[in-house]
C-alpha cells in the first residue's frame, strides 16, 4: 500500500467514515455471509467508531480469543465491523516467531487483509515483550554464553522483518509492552527478572529479559528500528498500573513519567503512551480512583508532546456479587468513571478495548470468579448484545470534547 493511500485511509477514518461508505462495505460482507439478521440489527449512526470519529478519536478492539475461532465466528465478525474503526493483531513472539530460524505470518497476515477489506485500521502489539515468548528465546535469554551483541542484533533483525513487512499498512505499533517492574529493584525502575525458569503466579514465565542484556537502551533502539522499517506509523509505549490512586500505582506513574523523559532526551522517535485500562469494577466502587491524580498523569504525558491511548479497556467484576445487574453497572460505573476524564484530554487519540464480546475475554481464563459464573467486562455478552458498558462507551464518546 503506497504511503498516500495509507494517510488518505487514515485522515478518513479520524474525520469519520461516510454513513454511505460503511454501508456499502457491511453489505458486501454481510452479503458473502448471508446474515441478514445482522443487517437489521446494525444501526450505522451510532456505531462506537462513528460516535468516537465525530469527535476525532478512533475506537477499536482486539478481537481476542484464538485467531482461528475469529475467523469462523461470523457473527461476531459483523458486530466487530460494525463497532471497530481499528483492530489489533496479536504479534505475540509464541506464535510469529515459533522457532529461531522461521517467522509465520500467517494469521497476522490474514488479519492486516480482513482490515484492510473492511476499511480498518490495524495496530500490532507488541514487538518486545517480557511475556509469551517462545521457548527458544527463553533458552537464549538464559544461556550463560549468549552476549548482548547476539540480543542486540536479534531485536534490530526482528523488528526489521516485522514492522518491514507490514510498513504503510499498520496505522500504531505497540513497540515495547510492559518495561517497567518496580518490584525488582533497578534504579530505573525497568524489568530485570534473573530468576532462571521459576515461574510468577497466575503462570506467567519469569525469566532474564531484554533489559538484562541492553538496559534501557533496548528500549531506544526498538523504537528507532521500527521507525526505520515503517517511518510513518504510530510508535507506542504500553503500560498497566497506571490508573488508581494507590501507592504502587502512584509510584508506576512516576516511574513511566520518568522513562518517558528518558526517552525524550535521547529524540526517541517515540509518539505515543498507551495506557493499558485493565479496570477493578470494585475499585470504583470503593472510590479508588481519584480523577484529578488521572487527569494530571494524563497532561504531564501530553505536556511531553506525546499522544496517549486508552489501549486495552476492560473492566473485571470477579470480586463483585453474583447478580448480573449490579455487575453490568458496576463495569459500566468503571468506564465512565475513566473515559470521562481521559476524553476531556485533547492528548488522547483512541479508546481500544481488550475484546469486543464476553464470548470472548483473556480474564475468564486468568482472573475467574470464585463461583465460577461468566465473566462480564466487555461492551457486548457472551451472546453479542449490548451491555450498560456499551452505554457507557457510547455516551463518553458523545460527552468528549472535540479534536
Known amino acids: 500500500m503506497s504511503h498516500n493511500r495509507y494517510q488518505h485511509r487514515r485522515r478518513n477514518f479520524l474525520l469519520g467514515l461516510s454513513s454511505i461508505a460503511i454501508t456499502t462495505s457491511l453489505s ?69 516467531y515459533p522457532d529461531a530460524n522461521n517467522f509465520d505470518f500467517t494469521y497476522t497476515d490474514k488479519l492486516a487483509e480482513f482490515a484492510a477489506e473492511n476499511q480498518m485500521l490495524l ?27 547476539e540480543i542486540r542484533d536479534l531485536l534490530v ?5 516485522i514492522v518491514g513487512r507490514y510498513a504503510g499498512q499498520v496505522h500504531s505499533w505497540i513497540v515495547v509492552n510492559e518495561a517497567i517492574n518496580l518490584d525488582d529493584g533497578r534504579q530505573d525502575g525497568l524489568r530485570d ?58 509510584a508506576k506513574r512516576r516511574a513511566v513519567l520518568e522513562l518517558l523523559k528518558y526517552l525524550k532526551s535521547k529524540n526517541t522517535p517515540i509518539h ?28 504531564d504525558v501530553a505536556n511531553l508532546g506525546l499522544k496517549i491511548i486508552i489501549s486495552e479497556l476492560d473492566a473485571h467484576d470477579r470480586n463483585l456479587p453474583s447478580n448480573i445487574t449490579f455487575r453490568d453497572r458496576a463495569v459500566a460505573k468503571a468506564y465512565s468513571d475513566v473515559l470521562s476524564v481521559a476524553l476531556n484530554e485533547p492528548a488522547v487519540i483512541a479508546v481500544t478495548t481488550w475484546g469486543l464480546s464476553d464470548r470472548y475475554t483473556w480474564l475468564s481464563w486468568h482472573s475467574p470468579r470464585q463461583d465460577n459464573l461468566p465473566l462480564r467486562p466487555l461492551p457486548y455478552d457472551d451472546k453479542l448484545k449490548p451491555k450498560q458498558a456499551r452505554k457507557a462507551l457510547a455516551s463518553s464518546f458523545r460527552n468528549a470534547s472535540k479534536r
Do not use: M
Open 28 to 96: 458486501k460482507f454481510l452479503s458473502k455471509v448471508d446474515h441478514k439478521d445482522e443487517l437489521k440489527r446494525i444501526s450505522y449512526n451510532s456505531s462506537l467508531k462513528q460516535l468516537a470519529a465525530d469527535k476525532g478519536i478512533i475506537y477499536g478492539s482486539y478481537v481476542e480469543g484464538d485467531y482461528q475461532i475469529f475467523f469462523e465466528d461470523l457473527r461476531f465478525q459483523s458486530l466487530f465491523i460494525q463497532e471497530c474503526a481499528l483492530l489489533i493483531a496479536g504479534f505475540q513472539w509464541t506464535r510469529i
Open 123 to 149: 495496530r500490532g502489539q507488541s514487538l518486545i515483550y517480557h511475556d509469551y515468548q517462545p521457548q527458544w528465546l527463553i533458552d537464549k535469554f538464559q544461556n550463560s554464553d549468549t552476549t548482548a551483541d
Open 157 to 161: 533483525n526482528s523488528i526489521s522483518t
Open 193 to 250: 527478572t534473573k530468576l532462571s525458569g521459576a515461574r510468577s503466579v497466575n503462570g506467567f514465565a519469569k525469566y532474564p529479559t531484554w533489559h538484562n542484556f541492553l538496559g534501557a537502551d533496548c528500549i531506544d533502539l526498538a523504537f528507532r528500528t521500527a521507525a526505520k522499517a515503517d517511518p510513518h506509523a504510530i510508535l507506542a509505549y504500553n503500560d498497566w498500573g497506571l490508573v488508581y490512586d494507590i501507592p504502587e500505582e502512584e
Open 272 to 299: 505515543a503512551l498507551g495506557i493499558q485500562s485493565h479496570l477493578g469494577a470494585d475499585r470504583h466502587q470503593k472510590a479508588l480512583f481519584n480523577p484529578a491524580k488521572f487527569r494530571q498523569f494524563l497532561r
